[in-house]
C-alpha cells in the first residue's frame, strides 16, 4: 500500500472539509442520503449476521463494508463532517465561516436521515412481507435496540444521558479515524484496510453512532416499540449527534492537525562541548 506522511494525509483532510462546504444543496443532499441508506443496509446485514452465528464479533468484523463502500462511493456521513469541515475554518480557508459549516451539517443531517429512515420502512416491509407477519427473529432484535437505548438510559437519568454521550464521543473517534485511514493510503485495498479497523471496533463495543440511531429507532417505532419520538431525540439522538462532534473534532480533527500541521516551535537544545578522548596535559 502507498502510505503518505501525515503532514500530507492531514492537508488532506483540511482540503476535504473545505470541499465539502462549497458543495451545492443538491449534490450534499443526494451523498448524505445515500450514505445513510447504505449504512444502514450494513447495520441490517452485520445484525442478521450476529444474531444466525450468534457471535457478535463476526457481525462486527463484517460491518464495515457499508462504511467502506459509502467512502470509495464519494458519499457523506454526519460524523464524517463533524470532523472535516471545522479544519477549514482553524485554517482559515477562504469563505469558510461557522454558518457556512453549520449549513453544511444541517444539509448532511436531513440527507441522513432522509436515507436512513427510507431504509428503515423498507426493511420493515421485507421483514414483514408488507406488515401481514411478523418480523422474525432479525427484525425483533433491531426493534429491541432502540427500546434499550432510549428507555435503558433513560432510567439511569442524568447519568444515562452522560452515558450515551461519552459513547457518542468515543464512537466517532473511532469512525472518524476510518475516515482519515482512508486518505493515508492511496490505493482501494490499503483504504479498505486502514478503514475497517477502527470500524469494527466501534461497532463490536456498541457505541453510539447518530447515524445508524436514525435508522434503529424508526424502525423499532414501525415494529411498535414501547417508546416515543421524544424518548428517542431526549435518551439518544440529540447527546449521541453532541457526542459524535466532541468526540470527532477533540479526539481525531483537533489533535492530528495540531500536531502535524499547526505544529509547535521546535526545541532548541544547548550546545555541549565534545569531550576529547586526548590526555587534556598533552
Known sequence: MSYLQPAEFVTKMVDAGESKIYMSTRDTLIRAFMAGAILNLAVVFAITITVKTGAALVGALL??????????????LLTGVFM????????KRPGVTPKEILRNWGLVFVGNFAGSLTVAFIIAVVFTYGFSTDPGVVGDKIAGIGEARTLGYAK????????????????????????????ISTDVVGKVVAMWMPIMLFFYLGFEHSVVNMFLFPFAMIMGGNFSIGDYLLWNEIPTA??????????TGLTLY??????APKRTIAHRPTVSLQDPRK
Request: glycine share 16%; proline share 3%; aromatic share 14%.
Open 63 to 76: 460491518f464495515p463494508v457499508g462504511f467502506t463502500m459509502l467512502y470509495l462511493l464519494g458519499y457523506d
Open 84 to 91: 472535516l469541515t471545522p479544519l477549514a475554518l482553524m485554517d
Open 156 to 183: 439511569y437519568g442524568l447519568a444515562g444521558w452522560i452515558t450515551v454521550f461519552l459513547r457518542g464521543m468515543l464512537c466517532n473517534w473511532m469512525v472518524s479515524t476510518g475516515v482519515v485511514g482512508a486518505m
Open 242 to 251: 453532541l457526542g459524535n462532534l466532541c468526540g470527532g473534532i477533540a479526539f
Open 258 to 263: 495540531s500536531t502535524h500541521v499547526r505544529t
